[in-house]
């Protein structure tokens, strides 16, 4: 797979005067999308604006590809088909940024609830670097030659987007992608840098359920129950044994119960207590690992409580799964060589893995075997970076309702960056 094609001064230029250009474009789209956030499976309005961007610039446009997934193709000639991905989705989280574009939008979930809703993991930059990328190789498709296939993914903080689009055909119906890229801003990045990992990039995350039996009752009287909040209690401390005392201190796993529920009223012993867990990991084999372990200390408490063996725990793995992300390293390595040439080497930054999930990685574990590379955007301006830390503070992270990039200057640069990943993968 290795490269090692140079992009050449001439095109470099054209490609920086170009996103230049489309940032000014892509900068109001974004204030745009930040303003009107639609939640997982419903960018409705969000995936129709990602469409009509994709007609402007002249690709063949696919709608509501397994839900509201969009899918554009531009053919170039003869030459590598490379994918772009963008996610569409916002979270159920109320902005507190005090911006011009803030969102104040309400949205119903699929329980019913009513929440705010803000674009606060960057997806509003996402698709509006996207699009001033695609609109800036179009511009310069003398410069390149092959097929652009992209797509803006619905759902990708509910991880079931890019799994939907691939049922659907994206890999079939579609030309198949020789490369596939993205973004994800990261707030611990200057704006104007980007970070690059040649390997594990995010963890993949699976969600596990545990309901917990007893035989319930009055308070007054636990000698006559089985108190399924006393046994929820022992699994949880159990499960903290799992990582430290079963996996190696060299595989990286988490193991956190986020929700434990059970009772009604003081006085009363309750029949059922349910936990809700969240795994991450890199290794399929560890989390098998980890799984079983599960399964074994919740049937163990309960067995220890007395509880007979037809109302033990049972624990539901839920099907919906983020895989690891994992870099192609030539790829990455390729990438690095493209980026290093549009931003300079010192802009280029060698980030370590983290345990947050990103349902990109699906799209490399495919049978057809995609090499795929996620990118960091670094989106944090420098002068409030420097007066963070003078204060001994940090960025707003992501999932924050202050998240609070500096806007144009990360889509100028994810702009240059991406068209010139695209330009040298394709470079005639």
């Avoid at 490609?15 to 419903?42: D, G, M, R, V, W």
């Avoid at 795929?372 to 963070?388: A, R, V, Y």
């Amino acid at each position: 797979m290795s490269i090692q094609i140079s992009i050449f001064a001439q095109t470099i230029e054209k490609i920086n005067q170009e996103a230049i250009l489309q940032t000014k474009y892509s900068l109001k789209l974004c204030k745009h999308l930040h303003k009107n956030p639609e939640l997982s499976f419903q960018e409705f309005e969000t995936a129709k604006r990602m469409a009509f961007e994709l007609k402007e610039a002249g690709f063949e446009v696919t709608e509501n590809v397994g839900g509201n997934s969009v899918v554009g193709v531009f053919k170039n000639g003869d030459g590598p088909v490379v994918m772009l991905r963008t996610d569409m989705d916002a979270l159920p989280i109320e902005e507190k940024t005090n911006l011009e574009f803030a969102s104040t939008k309400i949205a119903e979930t699929k329980d019913g609830d009513e929440v705010a809703v803000m674009h606060a993991c960057g997806h509003d930059i996402h698709m509006s670097t996207w699009t001033g990328t695609v609109r800036t190789l179009v511009a310069l498709k003398n410069e390149w030659k092959g097929t652009l296939l992209v797509i803006a993914q619905q759902a990708e903080e509910f991880s079931g987007g890019a799994g939907e689009a691939i049922n659907a055909g994206l890999f079939t119906k579609f030309p198949t992608p020789d490369f596939a890229l993205a973004y994800h801003i990261n707030p611990e990045l200057l704006a104007g840098k980007i970070g690059l990992v040649g390997g594990p990039v995010f963890a993949g995350v699976k969600t596990v359920e545990i309901t917990v039996y007893g035989k319930g009752g009055h308070g007054a009287y636990p000698e006559k129950c089985i108190d399924p909040i006393v046994i929820a209690s022992r699994i949880v401390l159990d499960l903290q044994t799992i990582v430290s005392r079963e996996i190696s201190p060299l595989e990286p796993i988490v193991v956190t119960v986020g929700s434990i529920h059970g009772g009604t009223r003081p006085n009363i012993i309750p029949d059922e207590v349910k936990m809700e867990l969240t795994l991450r990991y890199y290794s399929d084999a560890a989390i098998e690992k980890v799984i079983a372990a599960i399964e074994r200390i919740s049937v163990s408490a309960a067995e220890m409580a007395g509880m007979p063996h037809d109302e033990l725990p049972k624990v539901l793995v839920s099907p919906v799964e983020t895989p690891p992300v994992l870099n192609n390293p030539e790829l990455s390595e390729n990438i690095k060589g493209f980026a290093t040439e549009i931003l300079g080497a010192d802009n280029i930054l060698e980030t370590s893995p983290a345990m947050v999930g990103e349902d990109f990685g699906k799209y490399g574990r495919t049978p057809e075997n995609i090499p795929i590379c996620l990118i960091w955007l670094g989106s944090t301006n420098s002068e409030l970076m420097k007066e963070l830390l003078e204060k001994g503070k940090k960025p707003a992270p992501l999932h924050s309702p202050n998240l609070n990039p500096d806007y144009e200057k990360t889509i100028e640069t994810g702009i240059k960056v991406m068209a010139g990943n695209v330009i040298g993968l394709m470079g005639k």
